[in-house]
């Protein structure tokens, strides 16, 4: 495919090479030559159609293929920015917690201390004991 091309080129650049009038001076006739070249290969790409309908369906599937796959790595890296944010947001959530956890870790602590409890237990009418608690023996019959 890319043979027949390449001669189709190579034939219109002779016949352009032929048609071109000739000039005596030969410093003028060579960028003509690469212009000629240039212009009749941009001619022959965009208006006569570099790619065939044949070749055209043959691509095809390879350009559906190529589509899908492109698709499939946007919406990997839509989730993976979805989970990285999903991370964060966890992350801060965590970091709240174990403050509020701390915080009444510290207030409970403060709370359950033998000086807090007897002020809130004097309300009730409760007293602290003085002397140590006795032991019942129960005899066994």
């Not at 002779?14 to 290969?41: R, T, Y």
């Not at 790409?45 to 309908?53: I, M, P, Q, R, Y």
């Amino acid at each position: 495919m890319s043979n027949r091309f390449k001669e189709k080129i190579e034939e219109e650049l002779a016949e352009e090479e032929d048609q071109l009038p000739e000039e005596p001076n030969a410093e003028e006739k060579e960028p003509k030559k690469k212009e000629g070249s240039v212009s009749a290969f941009f001619r022959k790409l965009f208006v006569e159609g570099a790619v065939s309908k044949e070749a055209a369906t043959d691509m095809l599937p390879y350009l559906i293929f190529l589509c899908v796959l492109g698709m499939v790595y946007i919406a990997n890296s839509h989730m993976a920015v979805k989970r990285i944010r999903d991370i964060d947001r966890l992350s801060k959530e965590v970091k709240e917690l174990s403050w509020e956890y701390k915080s009444l870790k510290a207030d409970l602590m403060f709370k359950s201390k033998m000086t807090e409890v007897a002020k809130k237990v004097d309300t009730l009418g409760l007293e602290e004991l003085i002397e140590p608690p006795k032991k019942i023996i129960v005899p066994v019959k």
